[in-house]
């Protein structure tokens, strides 16, 4: 249908109005403002931009103009109601279609990230947010200060950016309990990077995970699972880096797969530490300290604000208790096992 038949279908009866209206001076009765809002509602509905069928309300008014009875000024207020009612009706609808969007993108993602919907139609459905679920993707998840809506600042920003940068490229970003979710293709590793970089900033220091990317319709799950799990060792470990990459973590799953072993070993090359005075905490901080400074005395002892003499006496503390010495390559190994061990499973805080 020609643009001139389809605006002139959202018009019909104007003319009549502005002419009613003009001559007498009253304003639009409720019927008529009623009827100008369901064509706004109808015109939206059907797709039309607001600025063309503005345009028509005007070209409909010149039309009427020159043998229209009344003043210019009454002629003018006429038609400010009638497309102001139109506007209106059109504005509701939009909203309405905004608001249905909204619902079917959350019901998507929650169905996308629990897995819980049948592949074949969560497939289908994902087509329209731009993914392909038949081929392999990966999630990266922003953690912050706060907890983040689609809606707020933050996540807008991140989207801008990424639109800026990339355009579309099948990229989907969301909200998830507080967190902010970025769905890519798996082979598009700079687009998840670069997510994880603005992210970290409009966060103000927030961590990022990565998930490896996964193939077919549950590998979105997968790899939002991964990502998940990062961000909680991250913390359970207390580590610095702002982006972590499952991949990179693989690990520390594997460590704590059978979790009765690893929180035997825990038990039997820890334990001892309890009996020390002042309780196991702070030999077991020595141990991170030592370990996680690469073996190095005089950096751990700098971390932990002690003196090189200090730090060493506890070394040597934890030597007598364990029956391991730190320093032995034969015996390092073990204990640091057991410390990653212990963070893992939150020891001594918690009974194993």
Not at 77 to 101: C, K, N, P, W
Request: charged share 25%; net charge negative.
């Amino acid at each position: 249908m020609p643009e001139r038949e389809i605006s002139e279908q959202y018009v019909e009866g104007c003319a009549q109005i502005l002419a009613e209206v003009s001559a007498t001076g009253r304003r639009l009765t409720r019927e008529e403002l009623t009827s100008r809002r369901e064509l706004g509602e109808q015109a939206a509905d059907a797709g039309h931009g607001l600025r063309a069928l503005v345009s028509a309300h005007l070209s409909a008014a010149r039309a009427a103009w020159p043998t229209a009875p009344g003043t210019a000024d009454s002629a003018l207020a006429a038609l400010h109601q009638v497309i102001d009612a139109f506007s209106e009706g059109y504005e509701r609808a939009q909203r309405q279609a905004v608001r249905q969007e909204e619902a079917a993108r959350r019901e998507f993602i929650d169905d996308l990230l629990y897995g819980r919907a049948d592949l074949g139609r969560l497939a289908e459905r994902a087509e329209r947010f731009g993914l392909r679920l038949s081929h392999a993707h990966a999630v990266a998840v922003a953690q912050g200060p706060t907890a983040y809506d689609e809606g707020d600042k933050v996540p807008q920003q991140v989207e801008r950016a990424l639109i800026s940068r990339f355009g579309d490229r099948s990229v989907l970003l969301t909200t998830k309990d507080g967190r902010i979710l970025c769905i890519a293709p798996g082979h598009q590793d700079e687009v998840l990077a670069f997510f994880a970089k603005q992210a970290h900033a409009a966060t103000e220091g927030g961590r990022v995970a990565i998930g490896r990317a996964q193939p077919g319709p549950g590998g979105v799950v997968h790899s939002y699972e991964e990502a998940l799990n990062a961000l909680e060792l991250a913390e359970r470990l207390e580590l610095e880096d702002p982006v972590l990459r499952a991949a990179d973590l693989l690990v520390y799953p594997v460590l704590t797969r059978d979790r009765q072993a690893m929180a035997d070993l825990v038990v039997s090359t820890l334990g001892p530490l309890t009996t020390a005075r002042g309780g196991a905490e702070p030999l077991l901080g020595t141990l991170i300290a030592y370990f996680d400074s690469g073996c190095v005395a005089a950096e751990a002892a700098r971390r932990l604000s002690l003196s090189v003499r200090a730090f060493t006496y506890r070394l040597e503390r934890i030597h007598k208790l364990t029956g391991a010495d730190p320093a032995e390559p034969a015996h390092r190994y073990m204990l640091q096992t057991a410390v990653i061990g212990a963070r893992l499973l939150d020891w001594p805080t918690k009974r194993l």
